[in-house]
C-alpha cells in the first residue's frame, strides 16, 4: 500500500496538474483527482489505476466512465456510491462537451469536419441513431435533426421522415449520418440501399445528398 503523502510532491496527481498543467497527467491521475480519497488498503491513485486496468480493454481509453453503470463502477473495490455518482457525472459531462452545438455559421468544408463534429457523439452510443444535417448553398448548416433511434442491429425509418423537413425548410443540400454500435463503419447491404433510394429521391426534389457518413468506433465510412 502506497500512501499519496509517501509519493514525492511534485509526482502526486493535484501538485503535478499545478506544476505541469492536466496535460501532464495519466488517465489513472486524473480519475484518482476525481476520486479523490482512497480507502485503508489502496490510495485514490492505486484505485484508479485499478479501475483502468480492469475495464480499459474491454472499452477504449477511458469510456467505460459512459458505458458502465453506477452499480458496476460500485463493484470497483474502493468506489462507493458517491464516487461512483461523480465518475458517471464526468463521463456525461464529457460526452456533451463533444455534442455538436445545433447553431447557423457552421460551415462544413469536407467530409472530415461534419466526422469530427459527431464522432465523439455517436460512437458512444449502444443503439444505431441516424441525424440529418441541412446546409444552405455556401454549406452552413441551418439545422440538425435526429429522424430515427433503433436497436443494436437496425434503424427503422423511411424516405418520407427523412425528407419532409429539408422539404419544409427549402433546404438544398443534406448530409446524413448513423453509427454502428459494433464499431465497424463498413456499411451493410441495407445501408447502401436505403442511401441510394434517399439519394434519388432527394435528386428528384432538388435537394444535394452530399454525404452519408457511418460512424464506428473512431473510424467512419462515406457510403457516397
Same mark, same amino acid.
Given at each position: +500500500?502506497?500512501?499519496?503523502?509517501?509519493?514525492?510532491?511534485?509526482?502526486?496527481?493535484?501538485?503535478?496538474?499545478?506544476?505541469?498543467?492536466?496535460?501532464? /497527467?495519466?488517465?489513472?491521475? /486524473?480519475?484518482?483527482?476525481? $476520486?479523490?480519497?482512497?480507502? %485503508? #488498503?489502496?490510495?485514490?491513485?492505486?484505485?484508479?489505476?485499478?479501475?483502468?486496468?480492469?475495464?480499459? !480493454?474491454?472499452?477504449?481509453?477511458?469510456?467505460?466512465?459512459?458505458? @458502465?453503470?453506477?452499480?458496476? @463502477? %460500485?463493484?470497483?473495490?474502493?468506489?462507493? %456510491?458517491?464516487?461512483?455518482?461523480?465518475?458517471?457525472?464526468?463521463?456525461?459531462?464529457?460526452?456533451?462537451?463533444?455534442?455538436? &452545438?445545433?447553431?447557423?455559421?457552421?460551415?462544413?468544408?469536407?467530409?472530415?469536419?461534419?466526422?469530427?463534429?459527431? +464522432?465523439?457523439?455517436? #460512437?458512444?452510443?449502444? !443503439?444505431? $441513431?441516424?441525424?440529418?444535417?441541412? /446546409?444552405?448553398?455556401? !454549406?452552413?448548416?441551418?439545422? $440538425?435533426?435526429?429522424?430515427?433511434?433503433?436497436?443494436?442491429?437496425?434503424?427503422?425509418?423511411?424516405?418520407?421522415? $427523412? @425528407?419532409?423537413?429539408?422539404?419544409?425548410? #427549402?433546404?438544398?443540400?443534406?448530409?446524413?449520418?448513423?453509427?454502428?454500435?459494433?464499431?465497424?463503419?463498413?456499411?451493410?447491404?441495407?445501408?447502401?440501399?436505403?442511401?441510394?433510394?434517399?439519394? %434519388?429521391?432527394?435528386?428528384? &426534389?432538388?435537394?444535394? &445528398? &452530399?454525404?452519408?457518413?457511418?460512424?464506428?468506433?473512431?473510424?467512419?465510412?462515406?457510403?457516397?
Amino acid at each position: +500500500m502506497s500512501k499519496i503523502e509517501n509519493i514525492p510532491i511534485q509526482e502526486r496527481p493535484y501538485e503535478k496538474m499545478l506544476m505541469y498543467g492536466e496535460q501532464a /497527467l495519466s488517465n489513472s491521475e /486524473l480519475l484518482s483527482i476525481i $476520486i479523490k480519497t482512497g480507502t %485503508k #488498503q489502496k490510495s485514490a491513485l492505486e484505485i484508479a489505476q485499478k479501475l483502468i486496468k480492469e475495464k480499459s !480493454n474491454k472499452y477504449s481509453n477511458l469510456r467505460f466512465l459512459q458505458e @458502465l453503470s453506477i452499480e458496476e @463502477l %460500485k463493484q470497483i473495490e474502493g468506489i462507493g %456510491k458517491v464516487k461512483a455518482i461523480e465518475l458517471k457525472a464526468v463521463g456525461e459531462i464529457a460526452k456533451r462537451i463533444t455534442k455538436p &452545438l445545433n447553431k447557423t455559421q457552421i460551415k462544413i468544408e469536407n467530409e472530415k469536419d461534419i466526422v469530427d463534429m459527431f +464522432m465523439n457523439e455517436l #460512437q458512444n452510443e449502444k !443503439n444505431e $441513431i441516424l441525424k440529418i444535417v441541412m /446546409l444552405n448553398n455556401k !454549406n452552413i448548416i441551418q439545422k $440538425i435533426s435526429t429522424i430515427a433511434v433503433g436497436n443494436e442491429n437496425n434503424i427503422n425509418t423511411n424516405i418520407k421522415a $427523412i @425528407l419532409s423537413e429539408p422539404i419544409k425548410k #427549402q433546404t438544398p443540400k443534406i448530409i446524413l449520418l448513423h453509427n454502428h454500435p459494433s464499431g465497424n463503419p463498413t456499411p451493410s447491404k441495407i445501408d447502401i440501399v436505403f442511401t441510394e433510394k434517399v439519394k %434519388k429521391s432527394a435528386n428528384l &426534389l432538388d435537394i444535394e &445528398l &452530399l454525404a452519408h457518413i457511418i460512424i464506428g468506433d473512431g473510424t467512419y465510412t462515406n457510403i457516397i
